[in-house]
């Protein structure tokens, strides 16, 4: 009876720090620093069966429509396959009864695109924060100094931010994924 309680509980406390342990995976920073010390996010999106041509052209026609800004600063290189882009994102406003609250908040970010047969690879780089603050005053800092500051509203400012830029992506890689004709493919 007692092997029997032994092995239950080291079972148990196994299963703990295995648990454990896939909590802190997931609660890794989706941004980090790379070599040269900036904040970027970078992944390799693969997406079997479809050309990079297709590929190119969805990102095209995703990025077109998400990313509408004033002075149309997108770049497409179809012969190279390669996309860059700035882009502006609002975030929406925070509860009235919230401790992070702020008037406005915005980033702007650099995307860039790379496709070949069936991937595609992102790098997103250059994100700034905008902020106005509800005592009115407005600042504005770099990915880096609002997630490496000891405030607290800072940090998790810079996690709205990168879940945020998750969405985008996450929506970019939904939008390469499905299979709608565009203009220039054949039915």
Known sequence: MKKILLI???????????LAQKGEQDSRPLIQKDESGQY????VVTIDGVSKEVLFK???NYIKTSFKTTDNNIQFDQESAYILNTGTIVLPAQPKSSFFQYQKA???????LWFKEGKYKVVVSNIM?????DYNWTE???FQEYSESTKKKYKRLAEEVSNSIMKVLNDLETASRQDKHTKDEEW
């Open 140 to 142: 504005t800092k770099s």
């Open 106 to 112: 915005a980033y702007d970010f650099k995307i860039e």
């Open 40 to 43: 970027t996010y970078q992944n």
């Open 8 to 18: 239950w509980m080291a079972m148990l406390l196994l299963i703990v720090k295995v």
């Open 129 to 133: 924060i905008y902020v106005q603050w």
């Open 58 to 60: 969805r990102a095209e």
